[in-house]
Structures are given as C-alpha cells and as structure tokens.
C-alpha cells in the first residue's frame, strides 16, 4: 500500500522551516517558594525555583517536534552549582529546574541532528526572578 504519511525528512525540513520562519524562544520560569525552617543555612536562602527552556516560539509547532532537528541543549550554569554545572538535555522536552538563591547568566549550547548542516547555536540567557520569568525569541536566519 502506498502511504501519504510524510516521511521523516520531510518532517524534519518541514519544523526547520516553522523554526526558521517563528525562531525559538529560550527563557526561563520563575516561582517563589518557601524555603523550610529545618534547612541548614545554605539551602535556606534557596528560595526561587527556576526552569530554564528552548522550545519552538511558533506556539502551534509542538516542542517534541524539536527532536526532529535538535540532538541535545547544553545548559552551562553557575560553576556553585555542583557537582554538575553543565547539563546536557536530549530529546525534548529541553527544560532544566533548579532552586536557587541569585540570578546569573547561564550559557547555552544548541546542537543540531547531523542532516539538519548547521553549526551549534551559542546564546545565553540571564536568569529573571521577577513575575513568572522572561524569554526571548532568537531567530535563526
């Protein structure tokens, strides 16, 4: 039988293309919390949980639909934070949390599946602990 399905190329040159046209938004996620009075005194001052993100900015395109042409996001944190301050993420979705104390900027390494020819992505992002946290579109093009 003859499929109409798109094949798997098709698919990863057709999110390409949505990614090309929208970007991808890379922000994070902020949320108060309460730190417990029986912490110790250094995790007593822990009290934001942050979720650092890369997903599409194009709303309708699914983040899952990034394994199609991202192999893994590289989040380099803040070197206190040990004993892994590099984290690799893979497949989607490409969320990492902490909890922490301060903001700073943390680096990030896109690295794409061999078929899409791109070089990795390096960008960054400050963490924002104002509101719900911030993002931004970074374009592709």
């Known amino acids: 039988s003859v499929s109409s399905a798109p094949t798997g190329a098709a698919v990863s040159a057709a999110t390409m293309q949505s990614l090309l046209r929208s970007g991808l ?5 902020h ?3 309460q730190a417990d009075a029986d912490d110790d005194n250094s995790r007593a001052v ?3 949980r942050w979720k650092m993100f890369v997903r599409p900015a194009d709303k309708d395109l699914p983040v899952a639909a990034l394994n199609d042409v991202i192999e893994s996001v590289e989040y ?3 070197p206190t934070f040990t004993p892994r301050n590099v984290v690799s993420l893979g497949p989607a ?3 990492l949390s902490r909890i922490g104390w301060g903001t700073f900027r943390i680096g990030i390494v896109i690295t794409w599946k061999p078929h899409v020819g791109r070089s990795e992505l390096r960008s ?3 963490l924002v602990f104002s509101g719900n946290g911030a993002s931004r579109v970074v374009r592709l093009e």
Not at 25 to 29: A, K, L, T
């Open 25 to 29: 938004s890379i922000g994070n996620r």
């Open 76 to 78: 380099q944190l803040h």
């Open 124 to 126: 960054s992002h400050e």
């Open 93 to 95: 979705p490409f969320a």
């Open 46 to 48: 822990n009290s934001h």
């Open 31 to 33: 949320k108060l919390v």
